[in-house]
């Protein structure tokens, strides 16, 4: 399902960008922010100048905050040059092309070279409830429905321990202190839930939520640090943002109330 085709976003940008003038003062504002956050990073270089390895430190982090950026773009390119191909193998396999992520490389491969069937349909569905991948020697072990799940109760812990606790701590990405109700987001069919002054709640954020984060009064990430997806458009958007909870979704309830402090790094449910 598209949520926000190219109609939607050009009639978006188009009000946000109306006129030479606005465009020109949208493109003066960023530069300035790129200006005051190099004049920010020599600031603290000059702080630890007695400390050269941290300032070696200091510069890769620069660097590969960069190049996360680029790699993802890179991923994100090819994914987009797969899409034929993608197809093809939908077609041939009369699959939908949605259900291909079900299905293993050698399973895919063994069908094309007509040494192997496809999974059943009943086997898809199990895998689609539950999915489990496993190393064991060297050699891929797969399991699905039940027995993933039976798996995943013995051997990956829940934080069942936590469900009942009223606060909820991580790490503070973007300050501020709000309140708000809480919308879970688990992919993007749920962008949809997000109204304004809503709290955004998810494992980790990506670029195609970017129109409901800026509906949301603020973040909260399951995942993440300082220089995550959903950090640093937060601190664009100047809201509140803590991430790396690790048990947000799990503990926080679709429209439950909650107070998001992210000058201390504190979730604090006011109403489950």
């Known amino acids: 399902m598209l949520l926000f085709g190219m109609k939607n976003f050009?009639?978006?940008?188009?009000?946000?960008?109306?006129?030479?003038?606005?465009?020109?003062?949208?493109l003066s504002a960023l530069s300035q922010t790129k200006c005051d956050n190099n004049k920010k990073k020599h600031q603290y270089k000059k702080l630890f100048v007695a400390y050269?390895?941290?300032?070696?430190?200091?510069?890769?982090?620069?660097?590969l905050c960069v190049l996360k950026d680029e790699r993802d773009e890179a991923r994100r390119y090819c994914y987009y040059l797969s899409r034929p191909l993608y197809n093809e193998l939908a077609k041939r396999m009369r699959l939908d092309i949605n259900r291909l992520i079900l299905i293993s490389p050698e399973e895919i491969i063994?069908?094309?070279?007509?040494?192997?069937?496809?999974?059943?349909?009943?086997?898809?569905l199990g895998r689609q409830r539950n999915y489990i991948i496993r190393n064991i020697a060297g050699k891929?072990?797969?399991?699905?429905?039940?027995?993933?799940?039976?798996?995943?109760?013995?051997?990956?812990?829940?934080?069942?321990?936590?469900?009942?606790?009223?606060?909820?701590?991580?790490?503070?990405?973007?300050?501020?202190?709000?309140?708000?109700?809480?919308r879970l987001i688990h992919d993007k069919s749920d962008l949809l839930k997000i109204n304004r002054g809503d709290v955004m709640v998810a494992i980790t954020t990506h670029p195609d939520y970017l129109s409901a984060m800026k509906r949301a009064v603020a973040v909260v990430t399951d995942?993440?640090?300082?220089?995550?997806h959903a950090a640093i458009v937060s601190r664009e958007l100047k809201i509140p943002c803590i991430v790396g909870t690790k048990i947000a979704t799990k503990v926080l309830k679709d429209g439950g109330l909650v107070e998001v402090d992210a000058n201390k790094a504190v979730i604090k449910i006011l109403k489950r």
């Open 52 to 63: 050269p390895k941290f300032q070696e430190y200091l510069e890769i982090t620069n660097r």
């Open 223 to 228: 995942e993440g640090g300082l220089t995550c």
């Open 140 to 182: 891929l072990v797969s399991s699905s429905d039940g027995k993933a799940l039976a798996f995943s109760k013995t051997h990956l812990k829940e934080h069942e321990e936590v469900t009942n606790n009223k606060t909820i701590t991580g790490i503070i990405a973007s300050k501020g202190i709000v309140k708000g109700h809480v």
């Open 10 to 26: 050009l009639q978006l940008e188009s009000k946000k960008l109306s006129g030479t003038a606005n465009c020109k003062k949208k």
């Open 110 to 124: 063994g069908f094309l070279e007509k040494k192997m069937r496809l999974p059943s349909n009943k086997e898809l």
